[in-house]
């Protein structure tokens, strides 16, 4: 096949020594971008872009590509660890994630959450490798309605998972869209519950109220249970990433899903955070052990980060061949391809094969070197936890208002990681969900502008929605989920556990 | 300063020029890393020039000190001009504008004006082009126009990028200057746009030639007329046998519009001369690199360059036609 | 969380259930305000920039009033003690210098308030020796110094009387 000569050409591009070195580099770079929240992907790799501008494109792209996949993989490790998320797509990941490492599993969840990543990507390297022309066509049918039912359904599959009372989850869910409403916008260019202030201009970023509402708000809670972290007494054991191996075959089929939705995702483009979260949901539905997701089910590590890695590899696709990037990092890179000089868009397949091929190859290789890097360095990861809480509380504090500033490079934002760590520790022990918060804080203006963009086109007719096969089908998808358990209530017998 | 010390400085910048001496020996130099401020998000126009900077002036080693990108999107980009603005006096920020300088104040009503900032100087003008889907019927912009002009009001959809920013603005003077009237739908950023354009979800877009540049050597998006009095310059074959020079100017093809935008570097307010001048040789210096020139062909830019005097006159030209187009369109900010 | 506590005084739920709700109501009631001036109404081509958040603020304001409610009549269900004054103090021993810290930043930096933080937590809460402490605090942050202004190029900030200013950065 014309495909896998292509690749194997990419493979003798990818490996010398010089682009295997810088392989390395990338992710371990990556991983410490990932590590460190706020930095992040997008501003890590627009950190580092002009130092490449000097290396040839290959060499270039293959370094970039690979700190974008350390980032990936390292943003789950705080997550795990101290409920910290090092990056947006990592949320759905503390959910089981934390309360595990909390049980003594950390070196169970990082390795499940490592390798779910791995398989995430390789699903998406391999559609890359042979469906690129198709798929790419696949993301041009998707408008503003479209993209509006995707976030719907990223909402209904989510939604209806906390307990407790409605009007606290409601109210949660809709400060998140408060939140999110804050700052100009898109559609009328009109400044939004500004009120004035410069400062609030910019509105509130995710990661911002993310590392306030779970990171010092797990620090405050830590503190008011006494000076520990629970999984402080975490056995070491090399062998937790076989062991944990032996798990994962059982989780195939959420796996699967994650891949699927991630893939379709990060095409369309979604996005890597709607995939990690839409994926969780779906895995707690589905799930037999779905009642159980939130106490520490490595099911519920494998879900959210298999899809977040599909997508983040799969945002990379209609980059390239159509120029519009699937996540605020593949934007970052997208500039890079302009500045070195190569045009993204239909004939970059044609035109600079060996680009193209490199890159899918350090796509394959990258990825299984980041595996390497990260898997070994698990039980590391793990020992962290044994660090005394005095000694790494003030430096998460620290690490937490450098990644708050980070984000916008505003003093401001560290006021605010502070007030929502208060905000996070109270809402947390009056039964306040945070998850629906974070989802309509991430998710909120998205939603709403390509609702508003859809009314624009349709002159206000709300049909807009059901206007074609596809839209159509995911709204009704949408619509089924979110009245799903009214659905099982009616059709008891349609979840029988199944035998074994 | 006096006149004569300026003087003189100038003719040892020009001989340590000839020499191939490093100049920043003389006058004002950085003593710490400069913020080079985007008020854009990562990965648009503006972010994409800046970096190519701030990678020219490293790999050239044109400043002793790094230049760092900073972004500061919020508000439409009043969240980096007030950035500058309340920076007085610190000839370690410079900010990259793009045509939000104008459009923003007077859309949002926050308190800046480019008068506030220094000017430094226009490296470049980005142009826009009027775009249809390639597999659309029209041949030419009149044959769009009069279809648009046919089917009647808000049947026609144009996306840009933003609400009240330049694509909008645009739009409206397409509008006035043709008596018809768009679906006007706003994105995020211009390679949305461009996709969307592709995927038939709107009828016609004014891309700036980098973000349509790909769809149009792939054949899927045909440029109309570029919002010009003139053609581009460009005449080397970019898409089959079409060069940028081969797209006809609105203004010929009966459609009489133009707009550019501009790619301009300004400092913080109360800055010295020879601050300014510093970074103008700076500038002057990247602005002769192959990766430069190879960028503003990419991209078709208009490369257009002023200081001084003769840029002030410019600026002042361009707020005044912001604010007659934004007050007939009806987005001046409610006092 | 709180089982073993419920018999120490404290801070009672109720009393935190009703500021949470009244600050949300609030927070509800400025959102609805300012939608309101914006336009939130749905004009010919859909809805306005205040439509949506006009009705998260009813919404905001509706649920808020209903858990209000709940919390002033309603038996409640939860632990009666939200937190004990002892967990409290200790909660507090956290956060006040924290919000010392972040004014820290404000006025001297990141990086010289991080080292004063975390020494200043290890000796005070940890119980460390002065020395141990102050060099584990500088140590980190001369780690992150190198990481982000020299290695990264990412100024972080400095603080209104930039005290590190004579290193160049």
Known sequence: MAELSALFHGFAVALSPLNVALMFLGILLGVVIGVLPGLGGANGIAILLPLTFSMPPTSAIIMLSCIYWGALFGGAITSVLFNIPGEPWSVATTFDGYPMAQQGRAGEALTGAFTSSFIGALFAVIIFTFLAPLVAGFALQFGPPEFFSVYLLTFCSFVGLGRGSPFKIVAAMMIGFALAAVGIDTVTGQLRLTFGFAEMMRGFDFLVAVIGLFGIGEILQSMEEGLAFQGKSAKINPRVVLETWAKLPRYWASSFRACLIGCAMGIVPGGATPASFMSYGVAKRVSRDGNKFGAGQLEGVVAPETAAHAAGTSALLPMLTLGVPGSPTAAVLLGGLLIWGLQPGPLLFVEQKDFVWGLIASMYLGNIAGLIVVLTCVPFFAAILRVPFSIIAPIIIVICSIGAYTVHNAMMDIWLMLLFGVVGYTFKKLDYPLAPLVLALVLGDRAEDSFRQSMLMSQGDVRIFFSNVLVGGITTLALVLLLWPLLVRVLPRTRQPQPG | ?335 | MSDGVQSERGLSTRTVEIVVAATVFMLGAVVVFDSFRLGARWASDGPEAGYFPFYIGVIICGCAAMVLLHAIVGKHAGPPVFVAWGALKRVMQVLVPAAVYVLGIQVIGIYLAGAAYIAVFMYWLGRYSMLVAVLVGVSVMTFFFLMFEVWFKVPLYKGLLDPLGFLGY
């Open chain 2, 1 to 335: 300063m006096s006149s004569f010390g300026h003087a003189r400085r100038a003719l040892l910048l020009a001989a340590a020029a000839l020499v191939g001496l490093p100049t920043a020996a003389l006058g004002w130099e950085p003593t710490k890393p400069v913020e080079f401020v985007v008020p854009a998000g990562t990965g648009g126009g503006a972010d994409q020039m800046s970096r190519l900077v701030q990678g020219i002036v490293q790999k050239h080693n044109l400043m002793k000190q790094p230049l760092i990108v900073v972004n500061k999107s919020g508000g439409a980009g009043a969240e980096g001009f007030l950035h500058i603005k309340e920076a007085k006096n610190d000839p370690h920020k410079i900010i990259i504008t793009l045509s939000n300088l104008f459009t923003t104040p007077l859309a949002t009503g926050v308190p800046f004006n480019w008068k506030d900032l220094t000017p430094v100087a226009m490296l470049a003008l980005d142009q826009f082009v009027l775009w249809v889907n390639a597999e659309s019927p029209y041949k030419s912009a009149k044959d769009y126009i009069s279809a648009v002009k046919a089917a009647g009001p808000n049947k026609f959809k144009m996306g840009g990028t933003g609400s009240k920013q330049e694509d909008q603005i645009i739009t409206v003077a397409l509008e006035k200057a043709t008596g018809t009237k768009f679906t006007y739908i706003p994105f995020k950023g211009g390679g949305t746009v461009a996709v969307q354009l592709v995927g038939k979800h709107i009828d016609s877009s004014v891309n700036n030639p980098i973000e349509g540049v790909a769809h149009w050597r792939g054949g899927k998006l045909r440029p109309l007329c570029v919002f010009d009095s003139e053609r581009m310059a460009y005449k080397d074959k970019i898409a089959g046998d079409m060069a940028w020079h081969d797209i006809p100017s609105c203004k010929e093809a009966g459609v009489p519009v133009d707009y550019v935008m501009l790619r301009g570097i300004f400092t913080s307010p109360g800055v010295s001369r020879d601050a300014v001048d510093y970074y103008l040789g700076v500038f002057k210096k990247v602005r002769e690199t192959p990766e430069w020139k190879k960028f503003m062909t990419d991209g078709a830019y208009n490369t257009t360059f002023m200081s001084g005097a003769e840029f002030v006159k410019w600026l002042e030209q361009a707020e005044a036609t912001h604010r007659t187009l934004m007050q007939e369109a009806g987005f001046l900010a409610k006092k």
